[in-house]
């Protein structure tokens, strides 16, 4: 998060740096990782897993509302961008960069960690299953 937040001084450097948004930046690098990881341990062989890694990150991008807006997105986008790690994270970084607005911490980082949470659920689904295939 360091690094990327590194980054980001230096692609934008009228960029504010504070603290909300270093928690952003660290909730979205720990919720991209645990993806990751989850779609690793759901795949039987490193190929697969990098093979679904572009089907399950593009999509994140695209209903991200960042590419297209929520008021332009069909019905059925909407509501498959509910449950994409991206959305929380492009609206906490909206919010706090472009509109210049406070955070309060517990509202807004709920539907973040919802999802942060049902990954780690499948990460250890995941592992089970794998170990569970190695025994047999």
């Known amino acids: 998060a360091a690094i990327f937040i590194g980054s980001m001084r230096l692609f ?5 740096i504070t603290g909300a948004l270093f928690s ?3 909730a979205a690098c720990v ?3 645990t993806m990751g990881l989850c779609i690793s ?5 490193v190929g697969r897993a990098i093979s679904w890694l572009p089907v399950i990150f593009i999509p994140q991008l695209m209903l991200s509302g960042m590419v297209i807006p929520f008021d332009r997105m069909p019905a059925a986008g909407a509501w498959l961008s509910r449950a994409t790690i991206a959305r929380p994270v492009f609206s906490l970084l909206k ?3 472009v509109l210049e607005q406070a955070l309060s911490m517990p509202g807004d980082f709920l539907p973040l960690f919802y999802l942060w949470s049902g990954l780690i659920i499948l990460l250890f689904a995941g592992i089970f ?3 569970r295939a190695l025994r047999e």
């Open 41 to 45: 341990s759901l795949c039987a062989t």
């Open 129 to 131: 299953l794998h170990r």
């Open 12 to 16: 934008f450097p009228s960029l504010p």
């Open 31 to 33: 919720a991209g990782a």
């Open 95 to 97: 919010k706090t960069a």
């Open 24 to 26: 952003i930046v660290t």
